[in-house]
């Protein structure tokens, strides 16, 4: 788990010292160690975390006539059986962990080297034959990676911050900001910066000659099971997972487990449990407000298993927020789980460098409510819905309300689009002024050969593609890759394996989504390890109570934070919207899902957009 960036041309300041200083702004990602590499127009920088082969595994790596060099992020999980590969065609590898595999591999398989790859990673690499940079994404975006062509020559970096580095004059993207607002992220792919994107999940681009190219290399197989009970796909799955969960534990390092009391991360809790001779570290974060805590449930889970338990209470620090929280995130990203995430991994990285833990689990097997939703009414068949002119600022119980807004389009994929949004676009539009509204371009799929929407099977795997190519990888993977890299640890999660999650997708829709439940699969596999108390909870999410503390420790600094005279919210928002907005929610009105993303918007322009400046 590292840092990288860099540059490719000859612009004015591409040299050691941009290298340098972004490897700087990088060292929470990779305090362990530091490479730098400037070749003829190119330059890499790279700060390590020594997982695997400490002693050995510095960056960059070449190839044996140093023709191609590479730098990566992230962790190879079948790194040795591509050793065997390589040192069976004749390539000399000379350490014994996986960074050196991949420009041995580009060598003999050029990109086509992707698809050997299992594990998550953020690629740079040279090939100073063809003189072509090539960056590359893992299949679900666990590890960032983000460009800017810069006069014809190109900068990239694990973070936006080592862009940055390179000062120039930067414009927000309106677009980028509007879309922003609607889902808490941009898009995979986009940014709130001009000119600023990121390298798409299960994709690549190259760059040559001035020119930009990006491709996709993995897409998930559709290939629906027929004929399975049950048991029979429990057993199946178990298989897949152990095998998932086993490549994620090596380690010289200390490993541990979040395990924040749901069912996803019990799961692979126990089954990493089973796999371990000793007990494991397992890390829960609670809540003073017992409505957002499940600590309790970690509690039950970790004395079953028999793992060291450790827990910390999370509390509200405006301070924190305010100063702090804005240096992390270098981009505007609203969704609030970030800060308990943040946390957790500042707790569990004093006891391990690597964690595991349950994310991916709902993506691959139905986990949402909305999928449920989304396949009742397409069940019924009602037609279109109506409700009141500004239904969606007035009803206070969200999920409902987002329900009822999403019943005015027949088409089932739009009506899933409107289930994603944090706010309307209805909504949007009333909050920003004329100048700043953007039409949004909406997020549906081009959907894969043999996949339509008309029955219950193939529109359960239409909504998942649609997260695990947006909501995933925007939203989850970007989390917890910023919140973890920022104390140095390393997260893996054993349910992003691609096999894992195109069993998930190609099961029944029955053995995911039922009538008053979801991830059937996983409760059955549950049933034969988790407590009662776990399987028959309600789904809560990774929340904090942001709606109090906005109108309660943090009530002064938000209000000042959006009604500054010299604002971006306020130049951007109808004044008299927004302060109404404030009026509502502090007088007991929940305001926050709007709010919050306002607020992150401003503390984020000021510190990257007016400082950059």
């Not at 019943?407 to 994929?413: M, S, V």
Request: glycine share 8%; net charge neutral.
């Amino acid at each position: 788990m590292c840092g990288i960036a860099g540059y490719v041309g000859s612009e004015p300041g591409f040299n050691a010292q941009l290298l340098k200083n972004q490897s700087d702004c990088l060292e929470h990602r990779g305090p362990d160690d530091e490479g730098i590499y400037v070749g003829n127009q190119v330059g890499f920088s790279f700060r390590r975390l020594s997982i695997i082969d400490v002693a050995h595994g510095s960056q960059p790596c070449f190839n044996e006539n140093q023709e191609v060099v590479s730098i990566f992020n992230g962790e190879i999980y079948n790194f040795y059986e591509l050793r065997q590969l390589l040192q069976s065609k004749g390539h000399k590898l000379v350490s014994v962990g996986d960074s050196e595999v991949i420009p041995h591999l580009y060598e003999e398989f050029g990109v086509q080297f992707l698809e050997h790859l299992e594990g998550m990673f953020a690629i740079a690499l040279w090939d100073n034959r063809e003189q072509k940079l090539l960056l590359a994404r893992d299949r679900f975006g666990e590890k960032p990676l983000w460009f800017e062509s810069v006069n014809g020559n190109l900068l990239f970096g694990s973070e936006v911050k080592a862009l940055l580095k390179f000062k120039k004059k930067r414009n927000v993207d309106y677009v980028g900001i509007s879309e922003n607002l609607l889902y808490g992220y941009s898009g995979v792919s986009k940014s709130c910066i001009e000119g600023v994107r990121m390298v798409s999940p299960a994709s690549y681009v190259t760059f040559k000659d001035g020119v930009i190219e990006e491709r996709c290399y993995w897409s998930p197989e559709i290939n629906p099971k027929t004929g399975l009970t049950i048991d029979g796909a429990t057993e199946e799955l178990i298989s897949l997972l152990n095998h998932s969960i086993k490549q994620r534990l090596i380690s010289e390092r200390p490993i541990g487990i979040f395990l924040s009391g749901g069912i996803d991360s019990s799961l692979i809790a126990t089954l990493t449990s089973q796999l371990l001779p000793e007990s494991i570290n397992t890390f829960s974060l609670g809540f003073e407000d017992s409505s957002f805590d499940e600590s309790k449930n970690a509690r039950i889970t970790a004395e079953r298993i028999g793992s060291k338990h450790h827990e910390t209470i999370l509390r509200p620090d405006a301070k924190w927020i305010f100063e702090e929280l804005p240096k992390i995130l270098d981009y505007p990203f609203a969704d609030s789980s970030f800060m308990p995430t943040y946390f957790l991994s500042k707790f569990a990285s004093q006891s391990v460098t690597v964690a595991l833990s349950g994310d991916g689990g709902d993506e691959a097997f139905g986990g949402y409510d909305r999928y449920r939703f989304n396949l009742w009414w397409q069940k019924l068949t009602l037609g279109s819905f109506s409700y009141p002119k500004n239904h969606e600022l007035k009803l206070q119980n969200r999920r409902l309300g987002k329900w009822m807004r999403s019943l005015q389009f027949r088409d089932p994929q739009m009506r899933y689009e409107a289930l994603t949004q944090l706010i309307s676009k209805s909504v949007l539009v009333q909050i920003l002024k004329p100048d700043f509204v953007r039409d949004m371009p909406n997020r549906n799929l081009e959907l894969p050969k043999n996949l339509e929407t008309k029955t219950s099977d193939s529109l359960l795997r239409w909504m998942q593609l649609h997260d695990l190519r947006n909501y995933l990888p925007g939203d989850l993977m970007f989390k917890i890759d910023y919140a973890s890299m920022s104390h140095g640890l390393e997260v893996r999660t054993p349910f992003l394996s691609h096999k894992v999650v195109e069993f998930g997708l190609n099961l029944p829709a029955e053995f995911k989504i039922g009538l008053r439940r979801n991830k059937l699969i996983l409760r059955h596999l549950g049933s034969r390890y988790l407590d009662e108390r776990i399987l028959n909870q309600k789904k809560r999410g990774f929340a904090i109570p942001r709606a109090n503390w906005i109108r309660g420790p943090l009530r002064n600094q938000v209000t000042e934070l959006l009604l500054d005279e010299d604002s971006f919210v306020g130049m951007i928002c109808n004044r008299a919207k927004l302060e109404k907005l404030l009026l509502d929610h502090m007088g007991g009105a929940e305001r926050d899902e709007i709010l919050w993303p306002l607020i992150i918007l401003e503390m984020w322009h000021k510190r990257f957009l007016e400082m950059n400046h």
